[in-house]
Antibody, heavy 119, light 107 residues
Framework: EVQLVETGGGLIQPGGSLRLSCAAS????????MSWVRQAPGKGLEWVSV???????YYAGSVKGRFTISRDNSKNTLFLQMNSLRAEDTAVYYC?????????????WGKGTTVTVSS | SYELTQPPSVSVSPGQTASITCSGD??????ACWYQQKPGQSPVVVIY???KRPSGIPERFSGSNSGNTATLTISGTQAMDEADYYC??????????FGGGTKLTVL
């Protein structure tokens, strides 16, 4: 079964760091484009970052320079290192598998992990 | 940066047709997709590549995309279709872009 399971969320003080993990099963992370998408409480979806199958990475302007996306091929796991966290980073963070061939969409989503940035 | 605009809310009576729009500059030149998100759940793609339905998505869901507007149409809307719907496209300057979301109410 194709599945994504996010872990690593929690309560963190402003300025702190957190690393999110997304364990994949049923497919190979490194063979796919993989994204992180977040959703602040009561708000819409916001794309955060992508790592392409070839290893190229991109970030939303709101997190560029503070967040780093990476993957561990041996563990078939995607990561999001989040530094210098701010209150506005509070959200449910989802990882997703991207499908791209001229078109672009996310066909598999995890259940999400909650990050709360507060003192 | 590229932006997609959706109406905040749409209401429809059971059995009727619901249309949710998504507007963006020359959106018809890109591919749009649509996600359904019910409370407390993860998004699920219901339309991709403008008009295609993933397996398991009911035929009552359809999509179109032309000019500056993509549209998600739900024919014979059912109570179970009540959810938030998000459009999404890819743009070379902004990468993945989501619309602000539309709350569909079936009443």
């Amino acid at each position: 079964e194709v599945q994504l399971v996010e872990t690593g969320g929690g309560l963190i003080q402003p300025g702190g760091s957190l690393r999110l993990s997304c364990a994949a099963s049923g497919f190979t992370v490194s063979s796919n484009h993989m994204s992180w998408v977040r959703q602040a409480p009561g708000k819409g979806l916001e794309w955060v970052s992508v790592i392409y199958s070839g290893g190229t990475t991109y970030y939303a302007g709101s997190v560029k320079g503070r967040f780093t996306i990476s993957r561990d091929n041996s563990k078939n796991t995607l990561f999001l290192q989040m530094n210098s966290l701010r209150a506005e980073d509070t959200a449910v963070y989802y990882c997703a598998r991207d499908k791209s061939n001229g078109y672009y969409y996310m066909d598999v989503w995890g259940k999400g992990t909650t990050v709360t940035v507060s003192s | 940066s590229y932006e997609l605009t959706q109406p905040p809310s749409v209401s429809v009576s059971p059995g009727q047709t619901a249309s949710i729009t998504c507007s963006g500059d020359k959106l018809g030149d890109k591919y749009a997709c649509w996600y359904q998100q019910k409370p407390g759940q993860s998004p699920v793609v219901v339309i991709y590549q403008d008009i295609k339905r993933p397996s398991g998505i009911p035929e009552r869901f359809s999509g179109s995309n032309s000019g500056n507007t993509a549209t998600l149409t739900i024919s014979g809307t059912q109570a179970m279709d009540e959810a938030d719907y998000y459009c999404q496209a890819w743009d070379s300057s902004s990468n993945v872009v989501f619309g602000g979301g539309t709350k569909l109410t079936v009443l």
